[in-house]
């Protein structure tokens, strides 16, 4: 089993739409998870962190489950600059920290 | 307060020949990974560096790659004898300290180094 999995889409949405995004992760002893974005070409950037708790940033909605060892990105009201590639991190618990990413998701907003 | 920096942002070279990649991370930052990333694939972990240091390199193919984080200067990933298949983005990120008992340290990215080797 990998240790972050994703699943790559594309997902292809109308403007408007609410799309969501899951990730599993193998490891159950990891303590830091995070949702990326990268644009085509780009470097990664961080979207935002996802706590225990679950947590909300304008229109994106993180959430973590850890008993089942997954995560998800829920975004509202897509916009076309939403346009690009979602990538799950999870730390590789057990010595160093690593983050250690997933493949992506990419996600294509269309008018 | 600068980003992380790579250079260079784009690298010929030809089969046989040497690539030498440099990171410098952000201000305050001393801890350095690298990634490489070919197309349509996503991250993978190469090398975890501390100043001096190499803390992980579990990612790191066991010949013609190295990598160092001196205690002046950036860090260099080096490939040896490249080959067509070394043809990949390779990403340098940083973050302030290793987590330890501190939950989500984000990690800061340069804008990559596009190796093409011809």
């Known amino acids: 089993r990998k240790e972050v999995e994703q699943d790559p889409g594309p997902f292809n949405v109308p403007e408007g739409a609410t799309v969501a995004f899951n990730c599993t992760y193998s490891n159950s002893a990891s303590q830091s998870f995070f949702w990326y974005r990268q644009d085509c070409r780009k470097e990664p950037k961080l979207l935002m962190s996802?706590?225990?708790s679950g947590n909300e940033d304008g229109r994106f909605t993180a959430q973590l489950n850890r008993a089942s060892q997954y995560i998800s990105l829920l975004i509202r009201d897509s916009k076309l600059s939403d346009s690009a590639t979602y990538l799950c991190?999870?730390?590789?618990?057990?010595?160093?920290?690593?983050?250690?990413f997933g493949r992506g998701t990419s996600l294509i907003v269309h008018p | 307060n600068a980003g992380v920096m790579q250079n260079p942002r784009h690298l010929v070279r030809r089969r046989g020949q040497e690539a030498r990649l440099r990171c410098s991370p952000m201000k305050g930052h001393s801890h350095v990974y690298w990634y490489r990333q070919l197309p349509e694939e996503g991250l993978k972990f190469m090398v975890y560096l501390q100043k001096e240091n190499i803390i992980d390199e579990s990612g790191m193919p066991k010949e013609r790659f190295s990598a160092e984080f001196p205690k002046e200067g950036p860090s260099i990933l080096r490939i040896q004898q490249v080959v067509r298949g070394d043809s990949a983005a390779y990403f340098c990120?940083?973050?302030?300290?290793?987590?330890?008992?501190?939950?989500?340290?984000?990690?800061?990215f340069g804008q990559g180094t596009r190796l093409t080797v011809v």
């Open positions: 996802v706590y225990s």
């Open positions: 990120a940083s973050s302030p300290q290793e987590t330890g008992g501190l939950l989500n340290t984000e990690a800061f």
């Open positions: 991190v999870v730390d590789r618990s057990g010595g160093s920290y690593i983050p250690t």
